[in-house]
């Protein structure tokens, strides 16, 4: 769980049963915080008080059904938690309440679409999906009795922070297949968003509110007030109106995703013409802290032409990748050297069977490439030749180098990655360039140098506190003394103060030039141990060309 994005709108209260109107109908919810009406359903048993404070609790419904208090409310129905006296269980039960002023044929379109919900929910047998257990017909009236699922909601989560990548995975994993068996049985679900998934006890996923799904072969229902379902995750060809498909439930799943893992909905504006309006044209900002398959699912989902988008087949590939656990690998760490020189999967351990074939393969990589171990998938190595060293990184990051035209010498080239989470710098400080006297007699005396003037050296921004957090120590580089240093704070920013972890490696050659190898990256979420890891990788395979 990350802290929200500042920037984001706050979803309106959690009811995980939710009617029609309580579906986003109106115009989407403002940036303000707001103040539950329809509080999540807890673990705990409703206290005598909030009995008391339900009125109709007590009430038996059906012979059988005996309403305890409520759960939550909107426009078109009442959600109590009930007894089931008959097998002793607890249930939900969805209690429809439609406006006295709406004329008859708006109120049957309205217990029509609660027949509906039921009907379109209990054809499913899908663990994702809320089951239904019975329709009871009150006064005319449809009541819908189902599981009780004791959770929250996305939604309600998303307003105390962001998913992180895998757990954004699992959740669409789930969705997915709710939807698929809902497609695969003619059903529409057309209300995909956060509020509408809720995350129950053991790990369990759920889509709930089946209540304006479209049924294959029925009539469509007329509908008061507009759009059915919440404008900023409708689908393009909806706003259209277009025919939808099962596409149009896999863009509201790519929206659910972009919200859940950037803090942010891509496309809610002020009011509901204007949120349309960005549906149809707007061009959300790529992701940022979903990365590789996920960022691949997320952008493929928003594809505007539902004929672009990516299957649910496809989506389950790449969210599964985002679950697989990672290949499993040996390190090697050289006796008076530094970082790993060989990464070797299990199957090439076991191709090698034999200590003189293993010692053979070391001592070559020592002689012909003693720093250049084999990358990670995805890392490239840049000749850097201002610098006189090699640098690897991730392939995809971006390159920056200092203006050539400034005044002031400068030997430095800077490695980002997209989102600008995890940023890689190499600096020389070359002796004879050097008349401040930066460069300390040694490369631990440079650390603990810098360590006494990190606000003074201008290199970490000016919201780093005066004591930042430090883990100096000594190590070597190609058997000669270098030093590393690892550096924790908080930014000093009173808006919205952001942990940070810094890694930075020292390695003064026999000529008196200073390297420092700086790797910057979140010291708190889902980018801490991918920071880490590319620290790691990044200084094990630093080959500096001079002596």
Same mark, same amino acid.
């Given at each position: 769980m990350q802290p929200p994005n500042p920037q984001a709108g706050v979803p309106h209260p959690y009811n995980p049963y939710a009617t029609p109107a309580q579906s986003g109908g109106g115009q989407p919810q403002?940036?303000?915080?707001?103040?539950?009406?329809?509080?999540?359903?807890?673990?705990?048993?409703?206290?005598?008080?909030?009995?008391?404070?339900?009125?109709?609790?007590?009430?038996?419904?059906?012979?059988?059904?005996?309403?305890?208090?409520?759960?939550?409310?909107?426009?078109?129905?009442?959600?109590?938690?009930?007894k089931d006296e008959m097998v002793d269980r607890e249930v939900a039960v969805k209690e429809p309440r439609i406006p006295d002023h709406f004329p008859e044929r708006e109120r049957a379109?309205?217990?029509?679409?609660?027949?509906?919900?039921?009907?379109?929910?209990?054809?499913?047998?899908?663990?994702?999906?809320?089951?239904?257990?019975?329709?009871?017909? &009150?006064?005319?009236?449809?009541?819908?009795?189902?599981?009780?699922?004791?959770?929250?909601?996305?939604?309600? &989560?998303?307003?105390?922070?962001?998913?992180?990548?895998?757990?954004?995975?699992?959740?669409?994993?789930?969705?997915?297949?709710?939807?698929?068996?809902?497609?695969?049985?003619?059903?529409l679900h057309r209300d995909v968003k956060p509020d509408n998934i809720l995350l129950g006890r053991y790990d369990r996923i759920v889509l709930t509110d089946f209540g304006i799904a479209q049924i294959e072969g029925e009539t469509n229902l007329t509908d008061t007030g507009g759009f059915v379902g919440s404008p900023e995750y409708i689908a393009p060809e909806r706003v259209l109106g277009q025919r939808p498909g099962p596409a149009s439930d896999l863009w509201s799943l790519g929206v659910v995703l972009y919200a859940a893992t950037e803090g942010v909905s891509p496309f809610r504006r002020s009011n509901t013409p204007a949120t349309l309006q960005s549906v149809l044209n707007a061009t959300p900002a790529p992701p940022t802290?979903?990365?590789?398959?996920?960022?691949?699912?997320?952008?493929?989902?928003l594809q505007k032409d539902p004929a672009r988008r990516l299957n649910a087949a496809q989506v389950r590939t790449r969210l599964e990748q985002v679950l697989a656990p990672p290949v499993p690998t040996q390190v090697v760490q050289y006796a008076g050297g530094r970082g790993p020189a060989l990464r070797l999967g299990r199957k090439a351990w076991l191709g090698l069977g034999a200590v003189v074939v293993a010692a053979a393969v070391t001592a070559y990589v020592l002689i012909a490439?003693?720093?250049?171990?084999?990358?990670?998938?995805?890392?490239?190595?840049?000749?850097?030749?201002?610098?006189?060293?090699?640098?690897?990184?991730?392939?995809?990051?971006?390159?920056?180098?200092?203006?050539?035209?400034?005044?002031?010498?400068?030997?430095?080239?800077?490695?980002?990655?997209?989102?600008?989470?995890?940023?890689?710098?190499?600096?020389?400080?070359?002796?004879?360039?050097?008349?401040?006297?930066?460069?300390?007699?040694?490369?631990?005396?440079?650390?603990?140098?810098?360590?006494?003037?990190?606000?003074?050296s201008g290199d970490y921004?000016?919201?780093?506190?005066?004591?930042?957090?430090?883990?100096?120590?000594?190590?070597?580089y190609r058997d000669k003394k270098a030093a590393e240093n690892t550096i924790s704070y908080t930014t000093d920013d009173r808006t919205y103060p952001r942990p940070v972890e810094l890694r930075i490696f020292y390695y003064k050659t026999t000529k008196g030039d200073m390297y420092k190898l700086t790797v910057d990256y979140p010291g708190k979420g889902d980018f801490t141990e991918r920071g880490r890891e590319v620290a790691k990788t990044v200084i094990a395979n630093l080959d500096i060309h001079q002596p």
């Open positions: 403002s940036s303000a915080p707001a103040q539950p009406q329809n509080p999540a359903p807890e673990q705990q048993q409703p206290s005598a008080l909030a009995q008391q404070q339900s009125p109709g609790a007590g009430r038996l419904i059906g012979g059988r059904y005996r309403l305890i208090a409520k759960l939550g409310h909107g426009g078109m129905g009442t959600v109590w938690r009930a379109n309205a217990f029509e679409r609660m027949r509906r919900e039921a009907r379109a929910a209990a054809r499913l047998d899908h663990p994702s999906v809320v089951n239904v257990h019975d329709v009871v017909v &009150v006064d005319g009236q449809p009541w819908i009795v189902m599981e009780l699922v004791q959770g929250r909601s996305l939604g309600s &989560v998303l307003q105390e922070g962001t998913l992180d990548a895998r757990e954004a995975a699992r959740v669409g994993l789930a969705v997915l297949g709710a939807l698929e068996a809902a497609h695969a049985a003619g059903i802290a979903a990365r590789g398959p996920l960022a691949e699912v997320i952008n493929g989902l490439r003693p720093f250049a171990g084999p990358l990670p998938e995805g890392w490239k190595t840049h000749q850097e030749k201002e610098l006189a060293a090699t640098l690897a990184v991730p392939k995809h990051y971006v390159r920056w180098v200092p203006d050539p035209d400034s005044y002031e010498k400068k030997h430095w080239v800077l490695y980002s990655d997209p989102s600008g989470r995890i940023t890689v710098r190499l600096d020389l400080l070359k002796k004879s360039e050097d008349s401040t006297g930066r460069i300390k007699d040694s490369a631990a005396a440079q650390m603990y140098h810098e360590n006494d003037s990190f606000k003074e921004g000016l919201d780093m506190p005066e004591n930042p957090k430090t883990q100096p120590k000594e190590s070597t």
